[in-house]
């Protein structure tokens, strides 16, 4: 995958990580698709760790495991601002 379908990749799964845990976060655009990208990694290292695949470009299991991988940085992203 090039650097523009990470980028759009990492938008859609971001966005959907922000649907899935809606909640005011600070950054906006710029840090919901470094999420998006950051959730893919996270999400692909999981995958691969449980036999269940890679982030391997544009398809369900790719945007699940990303999105997957995303919610779980939101979530982290979410206490370590709020513990700070």
């Known amino acids: ?3 523009i379908s990470w980028l759009v990749l990492g ?3 971001g966005v959907l990580a922000k649907w ?3 909640g005011d976060d600070p ?3 710029i840090v919901t ?3 998006g990208i950051a959730g893919a990694f996270v999400g692909g290292f999981i995958g ?3 036999g269940l695949g890679d982030v391997t ?3 369900f299991v790719s945007i699940g495991l990303a999105t997957l ?3 779980i940085l939101l979530f982290v992203y979410r206490k370590v601002k709020s513990s700070g």
């Open 11 to 13: 938008l859609i799964v």
């Open 57 to 59: 470009g544009f398809n």
């Open 48 to 50: 691969s760790l449980v």
């Open 27 to 29: 950054g906006g655009f």
């Open 1 to 3: 995958m090039g650097i």
């Open 69 to 71: 991988g995303a919610v």
């Open 33 to 35: 698709i470094l999420i």
């Open 20 to 22: 899935i845990m809606p």
